[in-house]
């Protein structure tokens, strides 16, 4: 069903009025025993990398230093160039309205940040965190060079990762909230 | 004629096709025929004049954790993992040999990224930062004093029943095809309570909930939902959880697919948009036929299947057996359960077992005359808000069937001569 996008937006937000005004009504009171959590304290244990950049820390990495290490730390579970291992294809796959694609990060994922944010979390398998930001950077330069999406040598940092656009940005439906 | 009489007279004729037999039978003669199926599907001999040797010497002594009988050993979850690395993958609840609508702590099922942390009570906290007017920081010690709440639901993996969409169907028990969604009662605090005490700011639309364990899973909650019914839960079926569902804490989103009820959760940084982790754009979207994906699919629609008999179990010659089955909805109650003998042509309603409750597993029973001839079952359940669950091949022409997740097609069972059964599509 098309409908006007001014008229969905209205329609969502009342809708998101009528649950948050409902919510705040029905939340009972507490102790309060929480403690003042600091600035500081906050973004120490903040890893979450948004679409925009917020949250990227310094550093910076290029293909050619990721190739090392994705070589060493991902390729035994993850494949040569990010393709043919037993975990997720990273790189190449057919069209996505053809038989059984592949959903690599250069054919199906929508945010360069998103890699970024996964690599730091989770990976590598045996050895989450254990990787410096400098490391992750060229990591996620180099799965987004074997795609075809940056050069060997184009350095990846806080500013440049989120403005690396990758194919399929535009290629998702929002089901939540406009129709649930 | 007594009215009990009449009664049993009238509800004895077949009300729909291939044997299916009124719902009533069951609710007024329960005991009776309830105990006849029960022989008919087992086997079992009633007869035992004979002192057994447990009746003779003393038992064993008390436990501190009780355990099930060592006879029911094959009422185990079913383990699916990554060979390269065993904490990475899922585990299923044995739905076809459950009962009644609340699943066992030990087997409700697993979907692990990382495997499960053996987190200390005492160094763990749940942190809410972002968006908030003052960050706060809580002890699991502070949360226990918080005012708490229970209620029974299903926890879903958005990629249940996904076999659905493969070409042939799957032929394995309905638990180890279906059982990655469990039920139970969670008790925790309303989520709206920490929020409304951080000081939850008006721009906040998002919560990116993570968890503490090695794969710091974290994904994206809308506000809306964490301010409705989003419970942080601390005990599931009246004791702490386990390890492998979230302890210290997690959160449930009753309803919404079970990737977002973030197991041992540690903290909720507020923020305008979506982070847009992995686990909410490369996973947990749907492709669909035209190459664009469905995202933020949160609410599990409409599901039902017949746990009993189901492919696994035999029927012992024609006769009378009871038809028992689940049915769930994420978007409320279920209104009506219909089950159908002859493999769709008409449809007999069953019986919902009380309590029948929001976003819950509702246990369904329908009694059936077998003749022994082929046919197949199936059953189609329809929620409160007027959702029915599709039929395979509509689910297919309008999804496709690349799409993985949200698979909540009709399931049949073929019923062959000699009392098998197999999964089919039809």
């Known amino acids: 069903m098309s409908m006007p996008e001014t008229g969905r937006k209205a329609i969502a937000a009342l809708i998101v009025l009528c649950l948050f005004g409902a919510g705040l009504q029905a939340a009972p009171e507490g102790p309060r025993l929480g403690k003042p959590l600091s600035g500081a304290d906050s973004a120490a244990m903040d890893i979450n990398v948004f679409p925009d950049g917020h949250g990227l820390p310094a550093g910076k990495g ?3 230093d990721g190739k090392t290490i994705y070589d060493t730390q991902c390729a035994t579970c993850h494949g040569p160039k990010g393709s043919g291992g037993s975990a ?19 054919n199906y994922w929508p945010y360069a940040t998103t890699v970024f944010d996964f690599v730091r979390r989770s990976m590598p398998l045996n050895a989450p965190r254990s990787l410096s930001d400098d490391q992750i950077y060229a990591v996620t330069a180099y799965l987004l060079q074997i795609n075809g999406l940056i050069g060997e040598t184009t350095e990846m940092n806080a500013k440049t990762l989120p403005e690396v656009r990758l194919p399929n940005r535009e290629g998702f439906l929002r089901i939540w909230p406009s129709s649930p | ?20 037999l009124d719902r009533r039978l069951f609710l007024q003669r329960s005991l009776e025929l309830g105990a006849g199926a029960g022989l008919l599907l087992t086997g079992m001999d009633a007869s035992g004049a004979e002192l057994q040797p447990w009746q003779k010497t003393p038992g064993a002594p008390f436990s501190h954790y009780g355990q099930p009988s060592p006879h029911e050993k094959e009422a185990i979850r079913w383990v699916s993992a990554n ?23 030990g087997l409700h099922f697993e979907r692990h990224h990382h495997g499960v942390p053996q987190i200390n009570p005492d160094r763990h906290r749940l942190n809410l930062h972002g968006l908030f007017r003052n960050p706060v920081s809580f002890s699991v010690d ?78 994206s909650i809308p506000v809306e939902k964490a301010l409705d019914d989003t419970l942080v839960a601390l005990y599931q079926n009246g004791e702490r959880l386990r390890p492998e569902n979230g302890y210290p804490l997690r959160l449930i989103l009753p309803g919404w697919e079970a990737v977002l009820n973030v197991k041992w959760l540690h903290r909720l940084q507020a923020a305008r948009e979506p982070v847009m982790a992995r686990n909410e754009t490369a996973k947990y979207t749907e492709l669909q036929p035209s190459g664009k994906a469905r995202q933020f699919t949160f609410i599990m629609d409409a599901k039902s299947l017949i746990t009993q008999p189901s492919p696994g179990y035999r029927l012992h010659g024609p006769g009378l057996y009871q038809i028992s089955g689940l049915a769930w909805s994420g978007r409320g109650k279920i209104r009506k359960v219909e089950v159908s003998a002859d493999g769709g042509k008409s449809w007999a309603e ?26 197949v079952l199936k059953s189609r359940a ?31 069972w073929a019923v062959a001569p000699d009392g098998s059964l197999s999964h089919v599509y039809a």
Not at chain 2, 7 to 16: E, F, I, Y
Not at chain 2, 83 to 105: D, F, Q, R, V, Y
Not at chain 2, 382 to 405: C, K, M, S, W
């Open chain 2, 1 to 20: 004629m007594t009215q009990d009489n009449a009664l049993l007279n009238d509800v004895l004729l077949p009300v729909a096709g291939g044997g299916l």
């Open chain 1, 88 to 106: 997720g294809e990273l790189a190449g796959g057919s069209a996505l309205d053809g038989p059984h694609p592949d959903q690599t990060i250069g």
């Open chain 2, 382 to 412: 329809i929620d409160e808000t007027g959702h029915q669950q599709p039929e395979r091949a509509a689910l297919v022409a309008e999804r496709g069937r690349n799409g993985y997740f949200h698979y909540n097609a009709i399931v049949s």
């Open chain 2, 350 to 375: 069953a019986a919902l077992q009380e309590p029948v409750l929001s976003k819950s597993f509702t246990r369904f029973r329908l009694p059936w005359r077998w003749d022994g001839s082929p046919l």
């Open chain 1, 62 to 64: 290029t293909a050619t």
């Open chain 2, 83 to 105: 060979t390269a690395a065993a904490g990475n993958g899922i585990s299923w609840t044995p739905l076809h040999k459950l009962e009644g609508m609340i699943t066992p702590n």
């Open chain 2, 142 to 219: 502070d949360l226990l004093r918080d005012p708490l709440v229970s209620r029974i639901c299903v926890v879903e993996c958005g990629g249940n029943s996904n076999a659905g969409w493969h070409e042939e169907p799957i032929q394995t028990p309905v638990g180890y095809f279906h059982g990655l969604a469990s039920c139970s009662e969670w008790t925790g605090i309303p989520l709206s309570t920490l929020l409304d005490e951080a000081g939850l700011q008006p721009d906040a639309r998002w919560l990116i909930a993570e968890g503490a364990d090695a794969a710091g899973m974290n994904i």
